[in-house]
């Protein structure tokens, strides 16, 4: 259920990055590496990376 409400979020943003929409994607990372899927794991990390407005800021 997390990881489809996660997907929706994302839907609703939008396609501009945004460092939420980033937080969403790392989700759904963190959702598939518990369910020890490595594939959509290394996919959504990805995702957060490329949503991610600012990559190299360190917060």
């Known amino acids: 259920m997390a990881i489809d409400a ?5 839907q609703v943003m939008g ?3 945004s ?3 980033s937080n969403f994607a790392y989700g ?6 518990a369910l ?3 594939d959509e794991q290394k996919k959504w990390h990805a995702k957060g990376d490329e949503y991610n407005p600012c990559p190299t ?3």
């Open 28 to 33: 759904i990372s963190n959702d598939y590496h």
């Open 15 to 17: 396609k501009e990055k």
């Open 57 to 59: 800021c360190v917060y």
């Open 19 to 21: 460092e939420l929409k």
């Open 36 to 38: 020890k899927n490595d």
């Open 6 to 10: 996660y997907k929706h979020g994302l």
